[in-house]
């Protein structure tokens, strides 16, 4: 449905791309740039949050639609829309980019011109994922999300950011050759390219060979970016040497377009394949969850420890969307009554929990991982290393710091009264009632994250005495030389803390955001039961 | 205006070539001098008009009507006029940015211009030609114009290199065609494509079994396949490919890896699709088997490369593999939106803008710092950010990101084989674009990752760069909004497939 408001996800979406263009055409000096950087990722996000009002949860389903033709050669035109799954995540991308903008501004001296374009070339195709809802239109913006973040880490990244970028390139690149397959074959099998089309028109429907071909393949390309294991090994190589706002966005935006892309597309596209294959997608999820978190305790670098606890966190997202798939359709479902002697409903209302809790946790792993890497910028900015053993004490040195840290870092663990509690608390009730064994075995993840953030980072980097010996140069924010740590400067404050309050906000009071969830999880529920 | 009318384009090079031949003999203008430019003008002139008279056949003759003949031997078709237009948009692109440097390095300008436009022409009859002597003189035309301009820089070894290297291969590849040629002509009685194709149907008929003089067919194709194999450089006769691009002038390399291997695509696909109808089980485990070797080949053999010219002729080998995909996956029966010869056709064009492009800018650095090597790219964002910019464009587009037209050209090639349920052949495809990205991107990090890089900032020549500015726009239009190329291609492609018998 065409409404008014449907221009909106256009601006919202073409935004970003006219700011790239301004900051190559008018960027004529660097601090120019820089705040014209920053006004211009305002809109989107005052956009974002104009959809978060505006979208009708009474009536539910895609809004804002917007068609236009393309190449209708090929039946592929221009189709945008937002959901309740979606308008949540264009708000987080929004958010973190202008965060990432605004705390760029302040680092970045180096090659202003082409970073702030890159940046908002990095928006404008992540938007373009979360709105796009024609497979071509789906996978131009996922391909091209790929460049500029190559150019950040190899730019402006550490020391041996040629390799990593070139290793992120070309494992996301290989995954998403897969995934084209797979909707060529969905597009010869439906005649088009448009994703509702499709899913409604159920290709390959009775036929699992086919059906869990294409399955794959566009596992293979979501797999990649979420990324899950065994395929996340660019990830801690890419988020090391990534510069920080380059990590922010890489993980708290990027790895979102796998999963997203598993829920807007494999579950309701694919629901047979999904149910057959759904125990591997739980499997997957939950060895992520243990292995990313006993990874996370070896670590010695930092950095590299939150990039291994993304990969144990997007688990408990593979974990929660394997266990709705479980029971997605009537006889899957029907078996499941079955075999745990609940009532259908019972069951459904656990798919859609695992649902939510997969959503929530891609909402929340954005916000407190983001933080947690604009945090390890921080401090790396000051000690020029991130070598854990180097640090200690740092709690009575730098308390503001402390206090930013020990919150985002308890979030992260699942402390109740911040946002990442619900999350699991979601994912693991859902995922219990459907797949136990492999839900109890993913909780072990819950213990060991408890130890990496509490041992590791906590008692490591700020308790205990000060030693002057183990770190000697350090310098302030802005590079100068510095007698020892100093704390955070005001816009580092200001990044900071609409992160902080959000954690906060969710975790008290998550109703708001989860009933954009709830929404599209039920729909998504409803849609595959009602197919035949 | 009849026959004559129909071989516009062919004429005007014609004319073209004998023109600034006798000019040539009357005005010698040494080298280095202004005035040597001004038959690259001349050259530019006519291939410009050339193009006009293809583009102005490619809208007059209507999709419906059906195929024109010209002479009994050339057939006018949108097919043929599109890979016409095509080839020439690539000759007029070469020709702009290499005047300045084939003028710096040799004083027979005439001479050199009056066979680019001899291989243009040898290339538009070849486009054109059904039948099969014409074809064997057009591609005979076009080796030997090819063979002296790639050995063009005679004091240069390693242009006279190129040269006798090309011309060893390219002598044998011919005696094989011409000996699969004589077998065809032998079975059939006949040299029109049609009529062989006409002759075989009616051998084999409805039956799969291949009896009698049908047999003949088979070697034939392969003997042919080797011929014109050799000018695609499909693997395995392209060891020439990379010491000729390598040592040729590079507006030559640039030619003899976009606009001649069009050519030889054209003839590929007008002689398996009509002439072959009847053998397609047989060709198309062929030609798949071809296009896996040529793609794996050139893109290993591209990783190990430190001349980005090099690295260049490789993987214009490597993209040879990918085009022959589309020619694999052809359905000459009910052709759909996205067939295999839409896909054959969609790539050329594409990468015909892009890898001129990326030659362009070989040529853009060896005239300002004299060197190919990938360390002279180290830091180009620097000295020479457009340059580097459009360097980008290109790469990514060879390596088949979307918003530039090498997406849409794997896209459709991909999709034509996934169409035809060859999974086992997209997949290995699949590999090999992950493959590639590594030297493509090997060339981007150069570029980008550090400011270092030794020198001034490069001063690229003007036409040069108005040159790199068109591959530039072209790749990204095809990328952004392929429209109005699918609808080309389209109409192209329907009417080669209405006259399969």
């Given amino acids: 449905m065409e409404s008014p408001d449907s221009i909106v996800l256009t601006i919202l979406l073409f935004w970003p791309l006219v700011a790239a263009l301004l900051v190559i055409l008018l960027g004529r000096s660097d601090s120019l740039i820089k705040k014209g950087s920053i006004w211009a990722s305002l809109l989107p996000l005052g956009l974002s949050i104009y959809l978060l009002f505006a979208y009708d949860s009474n009536t539910g389903g895609l809004q804002f639609e917007q068609f236009a033709e393309w190449i209708p050669q090929l039946n592929a035109g221009y189709h945008i829309g937002a959901d309740g799954l979606s308008i949540p995540l264009i708000f987080l991308t929004a958010l973190l980019s202008t965060l990432s903008i605004y705390y760029s501004a302040g680092v970045i001296n180096e090659r202003v011109k082409e970073y702030f374009f890159l940046m908002h070339l990095l928006e404008f195709s992540m938007l373009g994922v979360f709105l796009a809802l024609d497979y071509v239109l789906f996978y131009v913006f996922w391909e091209i999300s790929l460049v500029p973040m190559y150019f950040l880490i190899g730019i402006w990244g550490g020391a041996n950011r040629g390799y990593a970028a070139t290793k992120f390139f070309i494992y996301t690149l290989v995954g998403s050759v897969a995934m084209l397959l797979a909707i060529l074959g969905v597009y010869f099998a439906t005649g088009t390219f448009d994703i509702v089309e499709a899913a409604a028109a159920q290709p390959f429907a009775g036929n699992l060979t086919l059906a869990s071909l294409a399955f794959w393949g566009f596992f293979f390309g979501f797999a990649f970016k979420v990324p899950s294991f065994p395929f996340h090994t660019w990830l801690p190589d890419a988020h090391t040497e990534a510069p920080t706002a380059g990590s922010v966005i890489l993980a708290g935006v990027l790895l979102k377009l796998g999963a997203y892309g598993m829920l807007r597309i494999m579950l309701p596209s694919f629901p047979e394949a999904s149910v057959y294959w759904a125990t591997w997608l739980v499997g997957l999820g939950a060895i992520a969850i243990v292995y990313g978190a006993f990874v996370c305790v070896a670590q010695t670098d930092l950095k590299r420890l939150i990039a291994y606890s993304s990969v144990s966190h997007m688990g408990y997202v593979m974990l929660g969307i394997g266990a709705a798939a479980a029971v997605m359709t009537p006889d899957a479902l029907a078996s499941a009554v079955n075999r745990f002697g609940l009532s259908a409903e019972a069951i459904q209302d656990s798919a859609a929990m695992a649902l939510n809790g997969a959503a929530l946790q891609m909402f929340n792993h954005g916000i407190i991982t983001g933080a947690l890497f604009f945090l390890v910028g921080i401090i790396y900015e000051r000690a020029h290393t991130r070598d854990l053993a180097r640090f200690g004490g740092l709690a009575t040195k730098t308390p503001h710091f402390y206090g930013l840290m020990l919150t985002a870092a308890f979030a992260s663990l699942g402390l109740p009264g911040l946002a990442g509690f619900w999350a699991e608390l979601f994912t693991f009730r859902g995922a219990f009632a459907i797949m136990p064994y492999w839900a109890a075995f993913g909780t072990i993840g819950i213990v060991i994250t408890a130890v990496y953030i509490l041992y590791r980072i906590i008692q490591n980097v700020f308790l205990g005495e000060y030693d002057p010996s183990k770190l000697t140069h350090w310098t302030t924010a802005q590079g100068e030389h510095a007698d020892g740590p100093t704390d955070m400067v005001g816009f580092e404050k200001v990044t900071m803390w609409p992160l902080i309050a959000a954690m906060f906000l969710i975790g008290i009071y998550p109703t708001p955001l989860v009933k954009y969830f709830n929404q599209s999880a039920r729909e998504l529920l409803a849609f595959v039961q009602n197919l035949i | ?501």
């Fill in chain 2, 1 to 501: 205006m009849g026959d004559i009318g129909y071989l516009a384009p062919e004429i005007i090079l014609l004319i073209g070539g004998l023109f600034i031949f006798c000019l040539d003999l009357a005005y010698d203008p040494g080298v280095g001098k202004k005035s040597g430019l001004s038959y690259m003008a001349l050259s530019a002139l006519f291939l410009t008009a050339a193009l006009v008279a293809a583009v102005l056949q490619l809208n007059i003759s209507d999709p419906e009507a059906g195929p024109k003949v010209a002479f009994s031997m050339m057939t006018i078709d949108n097919f043929g006029s599109f890979i016409k237009v095509t080839i020439f948009s690539g000759m007029i692109l070469t020709t702009i940015a290499g005047g300045r440097y084939m003028n710096r390095r040799s004083g027979n300008q005439g001479e050199f211009w009056t066979f680019f436009l001899m291989v243009s022409l040898a290339m538009s009859i070849a486009a054109s030609a059904n039948n099969l002597v014409l074809i064997y003189l057009a591609i005979e035309f076009l080796s030997i114009t090819s063979y002296m301009l790639a050995g063009f820089l005679r004091e240069n070894r390693r242009s006279n290199e190129a040269g006798l290297k090309y011309f060893l291969y390219g002598s044998i590849a011919s005696a094989v065609m011409l000996y699969g040629i004589s077998l065809l002509y032998g079975a059939t009685g006949s040299l029109y494509l049609h009529d062989i194709a006409a002759a075989f149907s009616e051998i084999i008929g409805e039956s799969t079994e291949i009896s009698g003089l049908a047999f003949a067919g088979l070697p034939a194709m392969l003997l042919i396949l080797a011929g014109l194999g050799f000018k695609a450089s499909l693997a395995p006769f392209y060891q020439w490919a990379p010491d000729t691009y390598d040592g040729s002038p590079t507006p030559v390399a640039t030619y003899l890896s976009t606009a001649s291997k069009a050519a030889a695509f054209a003839v590929l696909a007008r002689f398996f699709i009509v002439a072959m109808a009847s053998f397609q089980v047989n060709w198309v485990p062929v030609l798949a088997a071809f296009s896996i070797i040529t793609m794996t080949m050139g893109n290993l053999a591209a990783l190990r490369q430190n001349s980005v010219k090099r690295m260049l002729a490789y993987s214009s080998v490597a993209q040879a593999g990918y085009i022959l995909m589309g020619l694999v996956a052809v359905t000459s029966n009910s052709p759909s939106a996205m067939d295999g010869l839409n896909g054959v056709l969609l790539y050329l064009f594409a990468y015909l803008f892009t890898n001129v492009g990326a030659f362009l800018v070989v040529m853009a650095l060896e005239e300002t710092v004299n060197s190919t090597h990938i360390s002279a790219y180290r830091g180009l964002i620097k000295r020479a950010p457009w340059l580097a910019v459009m360097f980008t464009v290109f790469l990514l587009s060879l390596t088949g990101i979307p918003l530039t037209g090498g997406f849409f050209g794997k896209f459709y090639v991909f999709g034509a084989a996934i169409q035809r349920q060859y999974f086992w052949l997209a997949g290995i495809g699949m590999i090999n674009a992950g493959l590639a990205a590594f030297y493509y991107l090997r060339v981007v990090r150069e570029m980008f990752f550090t400011q270092e890089g030794e020198g001034e900032v490069l001063d690229v020549p003007m036409a040069l760069q108005t040159s790199l500015l068109i591959c530039t726009v072209a790749t990204i239009w095809i990328g952004v909004y392929p429209s109005a190329v699918l609808e080309w291609v389209s109409n192209a492609s329907v009417q080669l497939l209405s006259v399969v018998p």
